[in-house]
């Protein structure tokens, strides 16, 4: 099939002429991969035993999403269902585990979307909720909204039935006593995300958080803005993001991959180098990405990233800094 030439023009100006690259045939793209992320930032050294935490706690999601996609599950539902057991581990900041606000409180943002259709969700500043990635389910399937915040967010997952918390169920020691300044929080930022191409060629991407620890009540972040945290095209890829979240939002990060794709016809790899390495700052975080070929990108400023991917007829892999952690 000839290469589909695709231009992007500024004005009169033609900036950047690419052509997309055919997509790869059925037989050629691995059946299924999923792709997780537990956040950017710093990690506890090698034989630090919450390393081995980080890294035994994404392997466990890698392999029930991937039996999952093996058995013929849809991208959307593995995504939610990772980032919901994710969120439930408080190892991570999302749900169960989430950092705290400067008041001491904590609020909880996530978005879902579906490749196939554009279909989306997502809720910001919700404090009751037991799994945040769930009620973003609820707004894409049950609402005619994308992002519903705060009370009224609550309020619908009240309607919908949603497990509520009170705020203090997503409160562990160690996040209280990094808010209290009793000892410096060395972990990664611990944001969730993940993304996959299921069976039927199908992308999703979903992403949960607890945001920056010691934001102000209000804050929101990239993680439930569709474009700047999360993003799902079938005709690109499925991207979730973790980091400064204000520098994913001003730069739409999630979706200016999945338009350098599209426009420039570049692969996903060189999509996600550009977005993490030329347009953010270094140190802003990473992205995890796979697009409809099953092309994994995992991108990062940062000196750590806990990220994961697994495909059919090989074991997951994990890493957090350079080389793949050992099991
Ligand atoms: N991106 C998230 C936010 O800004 C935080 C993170 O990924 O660490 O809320």
């Not at 990473?286 to 074991?315: H, L, N």
Request: charged share 25%; net charge negative.
């Amino acid at each position: 099939m000839p290469a589909r030439l695709l231009c992007l023009t500024l004005g009169a100006a033609l900036v950047a002429c690419g052509a997309a690259p055919p997509p790869r045939s059925r037989a050629a793209r691995p059946a299924y991969t999923l792709v997780v992320h537990g956040g950017a930032g710093t990690a506890p050294d090698a034989g630090d035993p919450r390393r081995l935490a980080y890294a035994a706690a994404l392997r466990e999601a890698l392999e029930e999403g991937c039996a999952a996609l093996d058995g013929g599950a849809a991208s959307v539902d593995v995504v939610e269902r990772i980032v919901r057991r994710l969120e439930d581990d408080p190892l991570f900041n999302a749900g169960r585990g989430a950092v705290m606000t400067r008041d001491g409180h904590h609020e909880l943002d996530a978005s879902i979307m579906r490749g196939s259709d554009h279909a989306c969700g997502a809720v910001a500043a919700v404090r009751t909720v037991r799994n945040p990635i769930a009620l973003a389910r609820a707004v894409m399937d049950h609402s005619p909204h994308v992002l519903l915040v705060g009370e009224g967010a609550e309020a619908f997952a009240r309607e919908r039935g949603l497990p509520e918390v009170d705020n203090a169920f997503f409160t562990t020691d160690a996040r209280r006593e990094a808010w209290r300044g009793a000892r410096p929080d060395d972990s990664p930022r611990g944001t969730v995300g993940a993304v996959a191409l299921d069976r039927d060629g199908h992308l999703a991407a979903a992403t949960s958080t607890g945001g920056l620890a010691g934001k102000r009540a209000g804050r929101v972040g990239d993680s439930p803005i569709v474009g700047a945290g999360t993003y799902a095209d079938d005709a690109t890829c499925a991207v979730s993001c973790t980091g400064t979240g204000e520098e994913f939002i001003r730069h739409g990060v999630a979706r200016a991959i999945s338009a350098r794709m599209e426009l420039a016809g570049e692969g996903v790899a060189d999509a996600a180098r550009h977005l993490v390495h030329r347009t953010l700052r270094p140190g802003d975080g990473g992205v995890i990405a796979v697009s409809r070929d099953g092309e994994v990108a995992m991108e990062r400023s940062t000196p750590a990233m806990i990220r994961g991917v697994c495909r059919p007829g090989a074991p997951p892999e994990v890493f957090i800094d350079d080389a793949p952690e050992p099991r």
